[in-house]
T-cell receptor, first 115, second 113 residues
Framework: AQSVTQLGSHVSVSEGALVLLRCNYS??????LFWYVQYPNQGLQLLLK??????LVKGINGFEAEFKKSETSFHLTKPSAHMSDAAEYFC?????????????FGRGTSLIVHP | DAGVIQSPRHEVTEMGQEVTLRCKPI?????LFWYRQTMMRGLELLIY????????DSGMPEDRFSAKMPNASFSTLKIQPSEPRDSAVYFC???????????FGSGTRLTVV
């Protein structure tokens, strides 16, 4: 069964520093992978997605993620953190169920950005 | 497109009362999902529909929970009777296929006192 594990429930960085949020997946077939961001009191917003094309995926707000099959990883990075990046980030993988594909989410990583 | 629209944004109700949450998916999306988010359990899938038909409701916690999708543009999640442990944020999401991702509504924050 497909699932994702996000390492670290909280990540703290200084403004301008590199952001690295980790996600590992388990899947028996090449998966579809996603990163979502949730700002306080809002819904989840799609940051980027991997759909079996390029392994390096660029998303919104300067974020990108690299699919590494050998490591079963899909880590999210951003070269320079902004205060506005402080939010909850979720990694998700789709799994097939009843003829449909449904997203299964990790527990989330809270990104804290210090001035 | 206005995105996925959920109502109400906030709901406070007394234990034992019936609660109905509403969702309007994005036009043209054929899949609809209801999620519950709590600090303890994170995001839990409650039920999902494909072409208005419920496909998997194994995530619905109890018989007190029910969901319907009478047409492609409207779905409801009902809790009857409500209990304090049902307090959570409930999200609706829709999709036109996994390759396109899933679009979430802003959620309904339910508080049962």
């Amino acid at each position: 069964a497909q699932s994702v594990t996000q390492l670290g429930s909280h990540v703290s960085v200084s403004e301008g520093a590199l952001v690295l949020l980790r996600c590992n997946y388990s899947s028996s077939v090449p998966p579809y992978l996603f990163w979502y961001v949730q700002y306080p009191n809002q819904g989840l917003q799609l940051l980027l997605k991997y759909t079996s094309a390029a392994t390096l995926v660029k998303g919104i707000n300067g974020f990108e993620a690299e699919f590494k099959k050998s490591e079963t990883s899909f880590h999210l990075t951003k070269p320079s953190a902004h205060m506005s990046d402080a939010a909850e980030y979720f990694c998700a993988v789709t799994k097939r169920s009843g003829g449909s594909y449904i997203p299964t989410f990790g527990r989330g990583t809270s990104l804290i950005v210090h001035p | 497109d206005a995105g996925v629209i959920q109502s109400p944004r906030h709901e406070v109700t007394e234990m034992g009362q019936e609660v109905t949450l509403r969702c309007k998916p994005i036009s043209g999306h054929n899949s609809l999902f209801w999620y519950r988010q709590t600090m303890m359990r994170g995001l839990e899938l409650l039920i999902y529909f494909n072409n208005n038909v419920p496909i998997d409701d194994s995530g619905m916690p109890e018989d007190r929970f029910s969901a319907k999708m009478p047409n492609a543009s409207f779905s409801t999640l009902k809790i009857q009777p409500s209990e304090p442990r049902d307090s959570a944020v409930y999200f609706c999401a829709s999709s036109s296929g996994q390759a396109y991702g899933y679009t979430f509504g802003s959620g309904t924050r339910l508080t049962v006192v």
